[in-house]
T-cell receptor, first 111, second 114 residues
Framework: DVKVTQSSRYLVKRTGEKVFLECVQDMDHENMFWYRQDPGLGLRLIYFSYDVKMKEKGDIPEGYSVSREKKERFSLILESASTNQTSMYLC??????????FGEGSWLTVV | GEDVEQSLFLSVREGDSSVINCTYTDSSSTYLYWYKQEPGAGLQLLTYIFSNMDMKQDQRLTVLLNKKDKHLSLRIADTQTGDSAIYFCAEEGPRGGGYNKLIFGAGTRLAVHP
């Protein structure tokens, strides 16, 4: 079974803090993604990566950055967390041309 | 532009059929997906349909695709309380940078009551 693991399920951070959300997949998938999910808005793509050290902006990249130093790991970084970044963050991975697999999600609250 | 729309809420009685509807805008979509999200969990792929198909059946699930109207539906037969979840419709968007972007609807919350 494909496994996409998000290391933190629940986090509470203060405004202005730097936040790291980590995601690891064990299936040697080329493509990895970070989405955020908000009620009534569905999933919105923040960033994705199609190879090591490669990254592309999604629909809502502002306030976020990403890092992909190794194929299995894709990190989402909030340089200076703000309250409007309180959300559920979903990591996903995908082999070439096949369906997408999601992690369990990370609930981030910024106070 | 790309857009996927779903109604936000559906309530059904246990044992009845549920029909969740979705409309999409990109006629070049190759695959359309249904994902299920249970409380506190990530998204789980339920089923998908290739754009040259009209229907796909998988046990209690039936997917109908009307390509002319860009309408996709998910029917769950004999709905159980364990089917209570949020269901997301997604279309495979335009290819860009070698990657097919998945565009999600806002999700339909299915509530199953006795």
């Amino acid at each position: 079974d494909v496994k996409v693991t998000q290391s933190s399920r629940y986090l509470v951070k203060r405004t202005g803090e730097k936040v790291f959300l980590e995601c690891v997949q064990d299936m040697d998938h080329e493509n990895m993604f970070w989405y955020r999910q908000d009620p009534g808005l569905g999933l919105r793509l923040i960033y994705f990566s199609y190879d090591v050290k490669m990254k592309e902006k999604g629909d809502i990249p502002e306030g976020y950055s990403v890092s992909r130093e190794k194929k299995e790991r894709f990190s989402l970084i909030l340089e200076s967390a703000s309250t409007n970044q309180t959300s559920m963050y979903l990591c996903a991975s995908r082999p070439q041309g096949n369906t997408i697999y999601f992690g369990e999600g990370s609930w981030l609250t910024v106070v | 532009g790309e857009d996927v729309e779903q109604s936000l809420f559906l309530s059904v009685r246990e044992g009845d059929s549920s029909v969740i509807n979705c409309t999409y805008t990109d006629s070049s979509s190759t695959y359309l997906y249904w994902y299920k999200q249970e409380p506190g969990a990530g998204l789980q792929l339920l089923t998908y349909i290739f754009s040259n198909m009209d229907m796909k059946q998988d046990q209690r699930l039936t997917v109908l695709l009307n390509k002319k109207d860009k309408h996709l539906s998910l029917r769950i037969a004999d709905t159980q309380t364990g089917d209570s979840a949020i269901y997301f419709c997604a279309e495979e968007g335009p290819r860009g940078g070698g990657y097919n972007k998945l565009i999600f609807g806002a999700g339909t919350r299915l509530a199953v009551h006795p």
